[in-house]
């Protein structure tokens, strides 16, 4: 049996604390930034990997009052599951989040599902079954609320927020001057196994991704750091951004072109047409969170652009490529 050693240093100011694989064969990613004094950017699920965290910081020498701040790039369940614990052990630590989710954070349950994902009657009756990943998330209130290019001091670091609503309202991403690091969040995703398995909630925008997903291309990084996908450095990581770019156009692709072979397609009828054709699986809990919001978020992006007529006075609401055919 492989014993999973979940802490992992890139260089000497930056280490990844790693978390078991999902259902999907998806990680749960988090990262200590700093050689003397210390910033934790996300905590992986609750439960997990908290008393990793201070293992890793053990492991440097160094004591809990050294971490001054945990970053979250966002509200999820994954991404912040773990700050009640690791709260309480870096007492010191200022938990940090956009201010975007101020709201969000009075009641994380209740607003991640009511606004971020709605769920219907049938699938709130699914989840009073299966586990909703949203029970793992209590009300918090954070030491800071940031905004777009606010920038924090870390001993010989400093961090600066850009604010990426691409996936989520108030999603965030930090950049560490140190080694020029990206810490991505969920803007970037190549998970479980699949290019194409991402999710953009209700409060999210497709086509501001594509712009933030642009400005990446062009920003001189020298590593990159998702939250569930591995790290990559130097030459690798412009590839891998290009790869999760043309795994969204592809997607899109397959869309116009189920679009020109049936006139008028429900949102329903396209997920399983485009799923069916790109071989996508989502598994619990995300079958019942991914393929809607993602579907729709592909669907306005093209409404925007005038590629795709909705038609309202059809019930279940169908869409219809009206744009021009060399488009596809």
């Keep these: 049996m492989m014993i999973r050693d979940p802490i992992h240093d890139i260089n000497e100011s930056l280490t990844v604390v790693e978390g078991p ?15 003397d004094s210390f910033a934790i950017i996300n905590t992986g699920k609750r439960g997990t990997i908290e008393t990793d965290f201070q293992e890793a910081i053990f ?6 009052k050294d971490v001054k701040y945990i970053f979250l790039t966002h509200a999820y369940p ?48 699914y989840f009073a079954v299966k586990k909703d990943p949203f029970d793992d998330l209590d009300k918090f209130k954070p030491d800071i ?21 691409g996936t989520s309202s108030g999603h965030s991403m930090f950049f560490s001057t ?14 479980p196994a699949l290019p194409s398995s991402y999710i953009i909630d209700y409060t999210g925008n497709y086509k501001r991704w594509f712009k933030n997903i642009e400005f990446l291309e062009k920003a001189k990084i020298s590593v990159l750091c998702p939250a569930h996908d591995g790290y ?7 590839p891998y951004i290009r790869d999760v770019k043309e795994s969204f156009m592809q997607f899109e692709s397959q869309l116009l072109m189920a679009m020109t072979e049936q006139k008028f397609l429900t949102r329903d009828e396209l997920i399983e047409r485009v799923h069916a054709s790109q071989g996508i699986v989502w598994y619990h809990p995300y079958m019942m969170m991914a393929p809607k919001v993602n579907m729709e978020a592909h669907l306005n992006k093209l409404i925007d652009e005038k590629k795709v007529q909705k038609n309202e006075k059809s019930d279940p609401f169908t869409y219809t490529y009206i744009g021009p055919k060399d488009e596809i």
Excluded: C
């Excluded at 140190?178 to 998970?191: P, Q, S």
């Excluded at 990559?232 to 412009?238: G, I, L, P, T």
């Design 21 to 35: 694989s999902g259902d999907g064969g998806e990680k749960n990613r988090g990262y200590i930034v700093g050689k």
């Design 59 to 64: 492991n440097k020498g160094k004591d809990v």
């Design 178 to 191: 140190a080694e020029r690091t990206m810490f991505t969040g969920d803007a970037l995703n190549i998970y």
């Design 232 to 238: 990559q450095e130097a030459r690798h990581v412009s």
């Design 145 to 165: 609320y940031f905004k777009d290019g606010d920038k924090f001091d870390i001993g010989d670091t400093k961090i600066m927020v850009v604010n990426f609503d």
């Design 78 to 125: 994954d991404i912040m599951g773990g700050v009640y614990k690791l709260k309480k052990l870096f007492p010191n630590a200022q938990v940090a989040i956009h201010e975007k989710l101020k709201g969000v954070m009075e009641d994380p349950k209740g607003e991640l599902r009511a606004i971020n994902f709605k769920f219907s009657r049938k699938e709130r009756l």
